[in-house]
């Protein structure tokens, strides 16, 4: 099942959404992934969180983000409910350029790097929060509540604030879990996490216009310098990498859905359908309309 976030948000004025519910055995969401991110804060209780086939336990004051694409859902055992508050959100919500301007674009961290971690890596799914953090991040998630069921005046500007120093909070903890930041270095040196830096950048802009220069402007990094690094670490080059990011979406929205092939190289970031249907072929082996048939 694959939810996406027009059935909670509009993706184009204020692509944010924000509730509290309570699980229990009788009232769980099945199985299923979504196409924009998913911070969630367990307020009270506990319960097994199943992620990517396999359950990890969750309790109170965890918080953990859910990547597009990713499939999870709970287990609760009979008797027991847990209290969770689900911030939804796209990443277009917080523009990189701003971030950057403030000095807190590598908060994005958070959510940006861990698609392309392997899984004993990525935050083992969850932080758990300690003393004045949890009050501070409950206290964060609590306000854009109240400000997104309000909906006032000036309520957007506030959400984006406040998300904005949820992010940065929650990357502060993150740097000062020094276990697992060492289990990290151990495994990617900083040239290594630099380029996955920009993989996750490309993997949420891949339907952008995206360009070299914006990358070293967002990065700090000479275009000669960023060329080097990512074709020593992926094989590939930016362009290259950009191209695999948008045929792997191309295919997926060949498969599941009806749209005819010049919508999807649209939403995909290719403005030539012909150059599409070409690069498709070069890489798959294949045309996008051969494809959508064979695979069905």
Not at 136 to 162: C, N, P, R
Not at 166 to 183: A, C, D, F, P, Q
Not at 261 to 286: E, H, M, N, Q, T
Request: with cysteine.
């Amino acid at each position: 099942m694959k939810l996406h976030s027009s059935q909670f948000m509009n993706e184009k004025t204020f692509p944010f959404w924000i509730n509290r519910v309570v699980h229990d055995e009788h009232n769980l969401p099945p199985m299923h992934c979504h196409d924009f991110i998913e911070l969630i804060y367990v307020v009270d209780g506990e319960a097994q969180h199943v992620f990517e086939n396999e359950a990890y336990s969750i309790s109170t004051n965890h918080i953990f983000i859910i990547n597009p694409g990713e499939f999870h859902t709970f287990h609760i055992e009979p008797g027991k409910k847990i209290e969770l508050i689900n911030c939804l959100f796209l990443p277009s919500i917080l523009h990189d350029t701003w971030l950057k301007e403030l000095g807190v674009s590598q908060s994005m961290d958070f959510y940006y790097i861990h698609p392309f971690l392997d899984m004993s890596d990525r935050f083992h799914h969850s932080l758990n929060l300690q003393g004045d953090y949890s009050f501070h991040v409950q206290s964060l998630l609590e306000y854009m509540i109240k400000e997104f069921e309000s909906a006032l005046t000036g309520f957007s500007s506030l959400i984006k604030l406040k998300l904005a120093e949820l992010l940065i909070v929650l990357s502060r903890i993150y740097n000062e879990k020094e276990t697992l930041m060492k289990n990290i270095s151990s495994q990617y040196d900083e040239r290594k996490l630099l380029v996955r830096r920009i993989c996750g950048y490309l993997e949420r802009h891949y339907d952008q216009k995206i360009s070299t220069q914006t990358l070293c402007e967002l990065f700090n990094i000479s275009t000669r310098h960023l060329n080097r690094l990512f074709k020593q670490d992926t094989g590939l080059t930016v362009i290259e990498m950009i191209h695999k990011i948008r045929i792997e979406k191309a295919k997926q929205l060949l498969i599941k859905s009806n749209e005819k092939v010049i919508d999807v190289a649209i939403k995909v970031g290719y403005d030539d359908p012909a150059f599409f249907s070409r690069l498709f072929k070069r890489k798959i082996g294949c045309s996008p309309g051969r494809y959508k048939i064979e695979i069905l």
